[in-house]
C-alpha cells in the first residue's frame, strides 16, 4: 500500500500552513492558511511521504491484554488516530502487526528507500530481537522507537532495548498518546531532513 498523492510540487505552502519568503519590499495580502487535506511532498529521506508504522508480538490483544499497564484503546484505534496526525503533517501510514520477527524484518527491507521514517514498537522483540536491530541499521531514514508503558520502570529485562541504539529517539511511557507522538517526531525529522 502506498500513501496518498502528493500535491501539486509548485504549491509553495507546506503542511503548516506556512508561506516561502516573497523578498518584496511592498506589503502583502497575508495568505490564508490552508487545511491540508491531501499530503504535501516532502523533501524526507527518501522524498517519501509513507511513513512506516511497525507494531510487534501481542499488540494485536491491545484493548483486552493488561489494560491497567497497555490501556483500554485497541491497535486500530491507536493507529487511527496516528494517521490522523499524520495526514495533518502531510504524510500517510502503512501500517503492519505481527508476531513473528521475520515479518517486521521483511517489512523494515521494505521500506529501504520507499518511506520517509518507520516508527516501532517492537514489542517484547525491543529486548533481545537483533535481527531487527540489524534491519533498522540498513535503514537509512530517521526511527522512532515507541512503547505505550515505560518499559524503563518495570522488570529489569525490560529495560534494555535493542532497537535504541538504532533510533533516532523514544517515545515510552504516554500510553494513547504513544503512537501519535511517535508519528508526530517522524514527520518532523523528516521535514527538517534530520539524518539518525
Ligand atoms: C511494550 C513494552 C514491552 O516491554 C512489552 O513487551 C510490550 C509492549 C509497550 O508498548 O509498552 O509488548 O512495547
Not at 510487534?56 to 487511527?80: C, V
Request: proline share 7%; with cysteine; hydrophobic share 40%.
Amino acid at each position: 500500500m502506498t500513501g496518498p498523492e502528493p500535491q501539486d510540487a509548485t504549491d509553495a505552502t507546506d503542511a503548516t500552513g506556512a508561506t516561502e519568503p516573497t523578498g518584496a519590499t511592498e506589503p502583502t495580502e497575508p495568505t490564508e492558511p490552508t487545511e491540508p487535506t491531501e499530503p504535501t511532498d516532502h523533501a524526507g529521506s527518501a522524498g517519501s511521504d509513507v511513513i512506516l508504522v511497525l507494531s510487534g508480538p501481542n499488540l494485536d490483544l491491545l484493548g483486552s491484554r493488561e489494560p491497567e499497564i497497555y490501556g483500554a484503546d485497541t491497535l486500530e484505534r491507536h493507529i487511527e488516530r496516528a494517521r490522523e496526525v499524520a495526514a495533518s503533517n502531510g504524510f500517510g501510514v502503512e501500517h503492519l502487526q505481527s508476531n513473528h520477527e521475520g515479518d517486521l524484518i521483511d517489512a523494515i527491507h521494505g521500506a529501504r528507500d520507499r518511506c520517509a521514517a518507520i516508527v516501532i514498537n517492537a514489542a517484547a522483540f525491543t529486548h533481545y530481537a537483533w535481527g531487527i536491530h540489524d534491519a533498522l541499521a540498513a535503514y537509512q531514514g530517521p526511527v522512532v522507537e515507541v512503547h505505550l508503558s515505560n518499559p524503563a520502570s518495570r522488570e529489569p529485562w525490560r529495560a534494555s532495548s535493542v532497537v535504541a541504539p538504532v533510533a533516532t529517539g523514544c517515545v515510552a511511557g504516554f500510553g494513547g498518546l504513544g503512537y501519535e507522538m511517535a508519528v508526530q517526531a517522524a514527520a518532523r525529522l523528516v521535514r527538517e531532513g534530520a539524518a539518525r
